[in-house]
């Protein structure tokens, strides 16, 4: 199995490995390595590379020898990549139901940068080197390059579709309800955002609050202000929630772990957008709500899912 963490070739490396004419007929592992030198930056990454096809079918290794078994084809090996991160339960924490987004201005699928934790960004720089991920001019999104369309539907919209399928969803029904959900909270952080900047419209620094959802997704919050308008520094972190009818919403566990830290100067902001465009609407702001929503006889929480990882 691929390690999360090694380092891999790039796609061009690795079609020019497999084109090699000596891996046709069986060649040494240390031939194939220097035949390929000025293609992979240092021989580890040469080794994870070939231990990568192996695991993928495109060789065999034998020994110290090598044999190819498939030929090289950038878009059948990215669909086979791609089936065997699902295999090996990595798709699922590149394109999780929490960090997958559509664009509906251009109907993509994208992912932020920073959603994407370290240990796994040896894979999605190849994913951005094999032009399966396309980075925007801002570099904080990643979209999903629609040339993989069929790979998309039939690895990574599943993925999303596991976890809405109780609900009886319809592919078509989840994206729109995927569509509207950023719609949605991009209205309410937008909203949050305007109310901020008039409520603290004396102050000297009003311009420097942040809507920090727009760039860092795994913040663990929306919104940075100023508490006060004497503040001298950006110290109350927004997290928006919107909602129609009775106030409910999730916290993620950046979100949960973040309010935890910051206490006092972490806030919710909930937001009804039935009322949104009323004059002079204020949201329900909920101060430090990992100490206050534990001793409220106003809310009930609900633990809607475990998450389990093997400690061997």
Known sequence: MIEENSQLGSITAIDYLLNLDGISNSESIESLCAASSGYFRSKSIFLSTLNLLEKMEYVDISGNKVLKKKNFNRTAFLFNFISYLDQIQVLNRLFSPSNLKLDSSNNQYYVFTNSISLELSSI??????????????????????????????DF??????????????????????????????????????????????????????????????????????????????????????????????????????????????????LVDRDKMEIENYNPEIIENPFDSLKNSKNWACTIDKYFYCSLT
């Open 124 to 153: 999605r720089n190849f994913l951005i080197d094999s032009k399966f991920l396309i980075q925007d001019s801002s570099e904080y999104k990643l979209y999903i390059n629609n040339e993989f369309k069929n790979t998309t539907e």
């Open 156 to 269: 990574i919209f599943p993925l999303i579709e596991k976890e809405s399928i109780k609900r009886g969803l319809t592919p078509e029904g989840l994206k729109k309800i995927l569509a509207a959900q950023e719609q949605h909270g991009l209205e309410a952080e937008l909203f949050v955002l305007a109310y901020e900047r008039k409520r603290l419209s004396s102050h000297q620094r009003v311009n420097s609050i942040q809507h920090v959802a727009a760039f860092n997704v795994s913040a663990g919050f929306d919104i940075l202000s100023f508490s006060t308008n004497h503040s001298y520094v950006l110290d109350r972190e927004i997290e928006v929630k919107s909602y129609t009818g009775r106030p409910e919403f999730y916290l993620s566990k950046s979100e949960y772990d973040r309010a935890e830290k910051n206490k006092n100067g972490y806030f919710i902001y």
